[in-house]
Each structure stands twice: as C-alpha cells, then as structure tokens.
Nanobody
C-alpha cells in the first residue's frame, strides 16, 4: 500500500496550488483522506480531512482558503489551496485512515501516510 503526494512547489503569497495524493495497493473509498503539514522547526499539524461521505473538516488557519476533495474512482484526493501565505510554507503529507469523527484531526487516527510534498510561499 502506497500513498504518493505531489503538486508542491514555490508560489508567491496570494497564489494558488493544488496538491494531489494518489493511493495504490488498496482502495480508500471507505477511508477518511486527510492532509497534514509540518513547517520548519514545528510539529506536524492537521490541515483538512474528508470522510467517505465527502463531509469535510478544516483547520481554522486554512478555512475559507483551502478545499479538500476526493475522487474514489481514481483513488486520489486533492487539496486546492488559494490565497497562500508565507506561514503556509511546509511539507504537506497525505494520509488515510478510519478514525471516529472526534479523532479525525489526530495523526494517530491515520494508518497510511504519503512521503510529503514541499510547499514554499514567498512574501
């Protein structure tokens, strides 16, 4: 089972990027699909997640700017990021799991992880 994240890069503040995470080795249609990020010298933090029914949860810091979506037919999920800020600079990792709702922001609830893709936002 493998998750592969891609789509990161360098963008100016106010710009947009779309990250993708492709799963292989099993289907994730019944899993929550999430994104976490880790900025330099900081702990990894929750960004967003989408459940099998396509309900979404976002961190307050990205709400209104980021949109998570999924395509079960492609076993892929996405993070569309708009109005990027320098503080969004981080390695973004995708993850899949089957948490209970109250734990869906917790890293420990996700069993499968991708390798991460770097997003750098310049001021």
């Amino acid at each position: 089972v493998q998750l592969q994240a891609f789509g990161g890069g360098l963008v100016q503040a106010g710009g947009s990027l779309r990250l993708s995470c492709a799963g292989s080795g099993r289907t994730f249609s019944r899993h929550y699909m999430g994104w976490f990020r880790q900025a330099p010298e900081k702990e990894r933090e929750f960004v967003a997640t989408i459940n099998p029914g396509r309900a979404t949860i976002y961190a307050d810091s990205v709400k209104g700017r980021f949109t998570i979506s999924r395509d079960n037919a492609k076993n892929t999920w996405y993070l569309q990021m708009h109005s990027l800020k320098p503080e969004d600079t981080a390695v973004y990792c995708c993850a899949a799991g089957q948490p209970i709702l109250s734990q869906s922001r917790q890293e420990s609830s996700y069993s499968y992880w991708g390798q991460g893709t770097l997003v750098t936002v310049s001021s």
